[in-house]
């Protein structure tokens, strides 16, 4: 583990105290945490991003996909038998 030193409000501060009081985890150990929530939540988002980018960008040159859906994933299912 690497040492550090950070520089953060004091109502931050006071919140992490009361946190660790209440839950008896090391204010250390609730700043990793969070930086986990936070590197979790950034790459889910970027992923996101990523899969919003590539809608529409394919096509199955079938026209009648959006209404005949069902017909297609059955038939679909019948080939991978």
């Known amino acids: 583990m690497i040492r550090t030193q950070i520089e953060i409000e004091d109502q931050q501060m006071q919140w992490l ?7 008896g985890v090391a204010v250390s ?6 930086i986990s929530l936070f590197r ?3 790459e889910r988002s ?3 991003k990523k ?3 590539s809608a529409g960008n394919f096509a199955s040159g079938i026209s009648d996909i959006s209404e005949r859906h069902d017909d297609y994933l059955a038939e679909a299912y019948k080939t991978c038998k």
């Open 17 to 23: 105290k009361t946190v660790s009081q209440e839950t």
């Open 29 to 34: 150990q609730i700043i990793r945490d969070s």
């Open 40 to 42: 979790e939540h950034e």
């Open 46 to 48: 970027r992923l996101r």
């Open 51 to 53: 899969a919003s980018a």
